[in-house]
């Protein structure tokens, strides 16, 4: 079985940054694309940003340049630098991976809450 889990999260005022890391672990072969979603109470789950394995990134308009995503390979773990937070920012941000066990499979991280609120 495969593990994800998400930390860094919390509390920050407008304009602060946090940086979140969602490390992989149990039987992996591979990890192909990873990413960052978001939640927040009665929406849907959405993109904040992805990465394949080869490092190309996609991110959702409302964050970037703002927004940061990478990865090391070495340690199955998967980062978001978030600068110049503002309060709409405001959610559960989510982790998954593409795992290869060795079929690819989905995986989700249990989730890290983010509240930006002077």
């Known amino acids: 079985q495969v593990q994800l889990v998400e930390s860094g999260g919390g509390l920050v005022q407008p304009g602060g940054s946090l940086r979140l890391s969602c490390v992989a672990s149990g039987r992996i072969f591979r990890i192909n694309a990873m990413g960052w979603y978001r939640q927040v109470p009665g929406k849907e789950r959405e993109l904040v940003a992805s990465i394949t394995s080869g490092s190309s990134t996609r991110y959702a308009d409302s964050v970037k340049d703002r927004f940061t995503i990478s990865r090391d390979n070495a340690k199955n773990t998967v980062y978001l630098q978030m600068n110049s937070l503002k309060p709409e920012d405001t959610a559960v941000y989510y982790c998954?991976?593409?795992?290869?066990?060795?079929?690819?499979?989905?995986?989700w991280g249990q989730g890290t809450q983010v509240t930006v609120s002077s």
């Open positions: 998954n991976a593409r795992v290869e066990v060795p079929y690819e499979y989905l995986f």
